[in-house]
Each structure stands twice: as structure tokens, then as C-alpha cells.
């Protein structure tokens, strides 16, 4: 099943899936409808560009409240 999907370098992804982090601060403007759930991906590498990826781990589900 496919997940709006967010990267989050390490050790981040692991802080907003304990709760730690509940605010996530990013350069660009998310799309209007991004509510409802949220798979949070952690990754070692910070990706720069559209279109770079990297071999992350799934570490949450979260639920968007606001934008």
C-alpha cells in the first residue's frame, strides 16, 4: 500500500518516532493536502536534490495535524 513518504536523516527519524521531535522545519512548501498519515523514513545521507535517494528505514507512522 503507498505511503506519503518523508526522509529524515538519522537519528531524527528515530526522535519523532519516540516523540522527542514533534516539529520538522524543511526549506520547501509541502503540498496543500498533506493531512492524514505520514511514513517517516530514516536515512544516513541528507538529500539536496529531487530525485536522490538513499537506503532508509521505515521507523513510524505519523499523523500529520498541521502544515
Do not use: Q, Y
Not at 536523516?9 to 520547501?28: F, M, S
Amino acid at each position: 500500500m503507498p505511503h506519503k513518504t518523508l526522509s529524515i536523516v538519522h537519528p531524527n527519524g528515530t526522535r519523532i518516532a519516540n516523540g522527542e521531535k514533534t516539529i520538522e522545519v524543511r526549506r520547501w512548501l509541502p503540498p496543500a493536502d498533506l493531512t492524514g498519515n505520514l511514513l517517516i523514513v530514516e536515512n544516513k545521507n541528507f538529500l539536496f536534490k529531487e530525485g536522490e535517494t538513499d537506503i532508509g528505514i521505515p521507523v513510524a507512522i505519523v499523523k500529520i495535524k498541521s502544515v
